[in-house]
């Protein structure tokens, strides 16, 4: 019997999924298909075939590696995309397709850094008051209704869509996507008066981790997930390495 054509699914939603699909479409024989949500109305679209949309939990996932017959799955989204992580381990193992989470390293604390790590948005929103009063959060859209009930607190916060409510009484929001400079954000702390950061950790650029520490703000930090059971690698070239394991 000969092998099935080496066909790879990248669920991607990241400049690692878009970088990795882009690295992929070099390598001959193989073909790659790219995974988004379709959270947002202009999305940067991968290189090469794209399908945009849930498949449908861990079950429908699974039925679309078995009817597109795909042979590996690299999972390439965002580190706290956990519901969609957890479905491709589940999912992966269903079909008998091996999988790959590709990871950009966390932040670590510099000198000079005055970073709270807590374990969700929630006790972030419950923290909060305490350190600051005009606040810049970067956490997304789908999180600002976590801070509906911030009254202490005047936002300012950045995504890429327009938020919809709940969201705080005291908020301006700004549209923008990365990657974002140094420079760009001391001048957006500096002239909105921000008094404390909130972000998660999700790695790579961190020029406002940066700027942040310039002007002596506090961070406050929502640390990651807990690490999915399944196979990881942290850059785009080791994620190669494991195609070519694979004989890709
Ligand atoms: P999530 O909560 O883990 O996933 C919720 C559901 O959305 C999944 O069960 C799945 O629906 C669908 N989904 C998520 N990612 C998908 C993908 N790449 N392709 C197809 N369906 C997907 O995900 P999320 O945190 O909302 O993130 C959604 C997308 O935005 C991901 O592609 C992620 O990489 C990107 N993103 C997320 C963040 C963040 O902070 N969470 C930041 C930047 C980019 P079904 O169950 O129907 O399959």
Known sequence: ????????????????????????????????????????????????????????????????????????????????????????????????????????????ERPGDD????????????????????VFLTTGRQTIGAFAGVDECWFLARSVEPPAPPMPARLEVVLDRGPFTVEGERRLLAGHRIDVLVTKDSGGGAAKLTAARDRGIPVLLIDRPPAPAAEQVATVEAALSWLAGLGY
Do not use: K, Q, Y
């Open 115 to 134: 970073w709270r790590r807590v374990p969700s948005i929630e006790a972030a929103a419950a923290l909060l008051p305490r350190l600051g009063g005009r």
């Open 1 to 108: 019997m000969t092998a099935p054509a080496p066909r790879l699914l990248v669920l991607g939603g990241t400049a690692e999924g878009r970088a990795l699909a882009a690295a992929c479409a070099t390598r001959p024989g193989l073909e790659t298909i790219s995974s988004l949500a379709g959270r947002t109305s202009a999305p940067l679209l991968p290189h090469g075939p794209v399908r945009v949309g849930g498949f449908g939990g861990a079950d429908g996932l699974a039925s679309f590696l078995r009817s597109e017959r795909i042979t590996a799955v690299v999972d390439a989204t965002h580190p706290f995309a956990a519901t969609m992580t957890d479905n491709a381990v589940t999912a992966s193992a269903a079909a008998g397709v091996p999988l790959l989470v590709l990871r950009r390293p966390g932040w670590t």
